[in-house]
């Protein structure tokens, strides 16, 4: 945009030479400037006469803010003082502090004044009860500047030592939540350069001066430099501002330059030439701004956009300059129109006055009567929007004719997401993490970098290049490769494969979907890549670009997918609830085979959770991972109707959160060797960046209780002559000793179950969810000898479980005898050499009573009368 000079306004004489500053009320019908002189002057709007002067004040005010009844103004002298409009006096004062005061600011509601000074700490002060303080020191640091932002819940502060601190005041404490260093630079408490938070209008972001005297955008979601407006000025910036609705910045320098900006390009659209500004105000609702000078000069400048730009400050609240905003990108959540249709829709015609028209046949107040066939007599309220005739449409979806009924609520829909992948922070984005590595890209404007790396280097090869289709998702095997970009203008979204290795030339392929057709997820096996897109398609193709199949499934929007070999599962958002929530859905189907193993059938949700991740184990299970941080995996799934959801960990049980200091969530990557890989995340944050973070593992643990099992070291001998004569009975090969015994003894009141046959308890569980699964694979598949063997010793590995249940059960007294028969009855072996164990086992702890009871057990086994041998599964608990 091309740049302005325009006329220069006089300059009004306000206060002495010195710090000088103004803020408007925000009605904007006055303008309230101090200086360092003691005199307050209030200027009105539209009234080119002498403002009004409040004499009775301190002397060098070095910051104001204004409400519409009152306003504070803070001096050197250490005051804080409170003047009210109606009388244009001296009310009272608010706060004192031991150093100089260097600025104030009112919140939003005008309820709290928060006080920067040269002291180490900040003070939030009531303005109607000034013993109600609040003190903010977790900084430690001397603040200069200090912001609320639009809607008053965190409070800014830029310190001397080149940092903002954030604090979040939606407690009664306010609580330290983020350092922003690297945007501001180290100053003195009694420097002209600003470094001054100035929070956007729409509350997600807010700008800043740097030390390379550029203006830095921070996105408040992540705290990631977002756009910044670059080679303005030639000095250090002394002031900043937005218009009301963002669509303008304003910013002034030691250069002697004041520049107006464009938000959404961040160009200069207005230039001017003032020295020695000091602070700048915005109208709130007329293109009129303010500002004065060291000189203790005010300028009222009205028309101070040129008419070329004004338009500008009449458009609706504009969003902050993000590199990439989430407002501004694809929606996948509402409803979408219909696939390949390009243009927007037709208004209807009005049919009054035609042959068929209804309206012409009947009483023009026929529909009055349809519309007040319930009156709300009584006022019970059950007469929706009684005092119209017809509901409010504000539900309508832009592009779709205007519904006809009312709009009584709207449903909400699960996101959609790729996973594995994060939003973007500044300018950098992960499009996938896996066990196999990682891809993630780099936004330089007119296009991305794209890295692939692996982990393991003896494999593959870490690739980078050049991504002039701006890519924004990706899957990563061993295969091969998978990316995906959104359309963007005339250019349709585009799906490209590169393989890892191949034996021809040209190896990699790329297909363009049909026009206005965007990818919401998709994912890639060792035989397929599975495509979801926001027409509401499943589209299959092979690692080679073949289409294979497409489809429309029964839940939309679509959400996420995720596969394994020839299995796709989908997940769709279903039937609205009574909570106004879309019930998720999810379809298991075998392509090649074309089987549906499960048909929309429910995920296991708590109310109000979503799922965070889906990916298949290693093993080939279906897993979830969801937003209350419990990690859950599908039994049965290759069976219609018998598909379960089992926990494998809830995060929020693990050992390391036990003591209550510690905050961190787990963003989750795979499930392998039986073990929970994830990403440790701290401060709040809810998804990795760079530099990128290491892995972590957990043991999977079924939630079972919130008191996890202490182990201590045991003084007794690890093996007596008994113990080795049952291992060399059943190859116990030791396990029962290996570990250590576990603390014993239940303290009074605890649970009758002993503490140390809690972890036996969990490997049991886990043991036997293993081998269902195992079992099921081998059942669907044509398994291998190793397979058939890894199931068998998993079998013995509950047995073993088990008998070491049942020594502590012998162990704890007579009493526990039953619950040690029934452990018993739990033994998978039918050969009778594990009931033969369990008895002696009884035997060894002299319980006479239920080593009979256990030799009827065998006696019956051997006999073939046992019920248990007429459905084996009954002995599965995961059957």
Known sequence: MAS???????????????????????????????GSNNTIRVYKTGFD??????????E???????????????SEDGTVSLYTFKDNMFDRFLLRTTLPVRDVALSPDNKWCAVASDELTVKLVNVNDNTELRTLQEHGKPTKHLSFDPKGTMLALSCTDGVVYVYSLTSDQPELIRKVDGVIGRTE?????SIKVAWHPDGRAFAVPTPTRDIQVVSKTDWEKQRAFLNGHDGDITALAWSPNGALLASAGKDKKLLIWSTQDQSVVARYEYPNVMDIAWHPTKNLVSFTTSDGEVFICTDFVSEQFSSLLRLPKQPAPFIHDPLVETSVNGRRPEANRHHPPL??????????????????NYGDLEDDFVVDDDGAGYALNASRKRPAEDGTIPGEPPSKRGNFFSAQHHQSFQPGSTPWRGNRKYLCLNMIGFVWTVDQDSHHTVTVEFYDHEFHRDFHFTDTFLYDKACLNDNGTLFSCPPKDNAPAVIFYRPHEAWTQRNDWRIQLPKGEA??????????????????????YTLFGIPYRVYRPKSTPIVTCASWRDYVLTMGNGPVGADGMSRLLYTIENIKRDEICQNEDTVALPDGATVKSVFFSDGGDPCIYDSTGTLLTLLHWRQPSRASWIPLLDTKLLPRLASGRKKESYYPIAVADNKFHCIILKGGDQYPYFPRPLLSEFDFSIPLTSAPARRKKSNKPRRNALEAELDDDVDMDGESSSEG????GNEEGENSVAPESRPLEQNYLLKGLRAAQLADLVDATASSADQRATLARLELDIDKTLLQLLAIECREGEE???RALEVVGLLRDRSGKMVDAARKIAERYGRTILGEKIQEVGERLLGGDDDDDDDDDDDDEFA
Do not use: W
């Open 347 to 364: 208004a209807p015609r009005p049919r009054r006055g035609s042959l068929e028209s209804l309206d012409d046949l009947l009483d023009e």
């Open 189 to 193: 408490n009694d420097s002209d350069a």
């Open 49 to 58: 006469g002498e403002p009004q002067n409040i004499d009775d004040s301190q």
């Open 816 to 818: 526990r005898g039953m």
């Open 4 to 34: 302005h000079i325009a006329s220069r306004p006089r300059p009004r004489p306000a206060h002495t030479q010195g710090s000088t500053h103004c803020a408007y009320t925000p009605d904007g019908f006055k303008l309230v400037t101090v």
């Open 741 to 744: 015994e576990l603390e014993s």
């Open 60 to 74: 060098q005010n070095l910051a104001v803010s204004a409400s519409n009844d009152f306003f504070v103004a803070g």
């Open 519 to 540: 990818v919401l997820a998709m994912s890639l096996s060792d035989s397929f890549v599975t495509v979801t897109t926001t027409g509401s398609y499943v589209r299959i």
